[in-house]
């Protein structure tokens, strides 16, 4: 049974960088074509994606957020690490992890976290 | 990137009817090597994260009932509900996985007339 949590802190300041963390299990993020996303909903609007990791280490970032995104993995502790610097309110959203092929795109999503972007 | 149009905003049906979405690729998602489409469909209730119904624009994902279908190929794809029961009543995604950036499309609203 593949499982996802989002963690990290639900109230960050602007200029602040936000730091989460996926932790999952059911799969390992060493097996050929394995990868964990990233996908960002603002409240009351569409999904945004972030960022990807794949087993071999190799990462894709969102060109329009490339500059302020870090994703990386820790293998032997079953997590996936997203930074984003320079926060603003209008990074205000909802953060999704999800477990990623390239036959089943996004399978299996964790519940979320909301991260509010207020001084 | 490709832009993911969907189609329409949002749309009303009675209960039993048919509904139909519409995804448009601004380019080809089709993979000729393998001859698949690189084509998602996501269901979002809210307060839930989106769920997987379709994958490679007509592939049921396991315990996704059958009235969901989804048809196209290319740059045209339609998610089709045969029967709308009202527990499909939320708002549904398509979503590229051909290339990075990974992208979706603004989402179709599904409500009962």
């Known amino acids: 049974q593949i499982t996802l949590k989002e963690s990290g802190p639900t109230l960050v300041k602007p200029t602040q960088t936000l730091t989460l963390t996926c932790t999952f299990s059911g799969f390992s993020l060493s097996t050929s074509g394995v990868g964990v996303g990233w996908i960002r909903q603002p409240p009351g609007k569409a999904l945004e994606w972030l960022a990807l990791i794949f087993w071999d280490d190799d990462k894709r970032y969102s060109p329009s957020l490339k500059s302020r995104l870090t994703i990386t993995k820790d293998t032997s502790k079953n997590q996936v690490v997203l930074t984003m610097t320079n926060m603003d309110p209008v990074d205000t959203a909802t953060y999704y992890c999800?477990?990623?092929?390239?036959?089943?795109?996004?399978?299996?999503w964790g519940q979320g976290t909301l991260v509010t972007v207020s001084s | 990137d490709i832009v993911m149009t969907q189609s329409p905003d949002s749309l009303a049906v009675s209960l039993g009817e048919r509904a139909t979405i519409n995804c448009k690729s601004s380019?080809?998602?089709?993979?000729?090597?393998?001859?698949?489409?690189?084509l998602a469909w996501y269901q979002q209730k809210p307060g839930q994260p989106p769920k997987l119904l379709i994958y490679w624009a007509s592939t049921r994902e396991s315990g996704v009932p059958d009235r969901f279908s989804g048809s196209g190929s290319g740059t045209d794809f339609t998610l089709t509900i045969s029967s709308l029961q009202a527990e499909d009543v939320t708002v549904y995604y398509c979503q590229q996985y051909y290339t990075t950036p990974l992208t979706f499309g603004g989402g179709t609203k599904v409500e009962i007339k």
């Open positions: 999800a477990h990623s092929t390239m036959t089943t795109g996004l399978a299996y």
């Open positions: 380019q080809s998602v089709l993979y000729s090597s393998n001859n698949k489409n690189y």
